[in-house]
């Protein structure tokens, strides 16, 4: 009986492991050994990048993003195609951004970058969440205002941040 009982004991054991383990591989948010990233203040090399990527749109300048982004990198945005991709994807949604400002006749057009609250990084990656601001006057003199974020994932490739994900999530994305 007793043997019985040890050997229910050690399997019963047995599983609550297995189940602790693979409760931490479907949450890693909970499991500090699997996930090396944490929040912590941007880093100065990080954000220069992310600013130069933003600003570029201001005056379309395709010079300034023409070396930011990893050789498969993806940006995202609400005016079509949608995608880029490649590294050129900067260089391609800012095209795009200068094709919808002139398709909508935008004038002073500008993007200004908001307080970042969500920053995680490991080792040799980046996430953040850059909240931004887009505004302009409309041909009616009306004033123009897109909010929304950007969430950008960086690579640190020889020693240099690149951009391999830019995703713009408008204000109106996340309404509930």
């Excluded at 479907?26 to 500090?32: C, T, V």
């Excluded at 090396?36 to 600013?51: F, Q």
């Excluded at 395709?62 to 991709?85: C, G, R």
């Excluded at 057009?109 to 953040?128: D, L």
């Amino acid at each position: 009986m007793i043997k019985k009982s040890a050997l229910i004991l050690f399997l019963c054991l047995i599983v609550a492991s297995s189940v602790v383990k693979a409760k931490g591989r479907l949450n890693p948010i909970n499991n500090a050994a699997l996930v090396r990233a944490t929040d912590t203040v941007p880093n100065a090399d990080v954000m220069e990048v992310v600013r130069l990527a933003i600003y570029a749109a201001n005056d379309f300048n395709i010079q300034a993003v023409a070396n930011l982004y990893t050789p498969n990198a993806v940006v995202a945005d609400d005016e079509p195609p949608y995608s880029w991709n490649g590294p050129t994807a900067g260089i391609q949604w800012i095209n795009a951004v200068e094709k919808a400002v002139k398709d909508y006749h935008i004038s002073k057009f500008k993007g200004t970058i908001e307080s970042v609250k969500v920053y995680q990084q490991t080792s040799e990656n980046v996430y953040v969440v850059v909240p931004v601001n887009y505004s302009g006057n409309l041909p009616d003199h009306a004033h123009f205002s897109a909010r929304g974020a950007f969430t950008f994932v960086l690579r640190q490739i020889n020693d240099k941040w690149l951009i391999k994900s830019q995703v713009w999530m408008p204000e109106k994305g996340i309404e509930y």
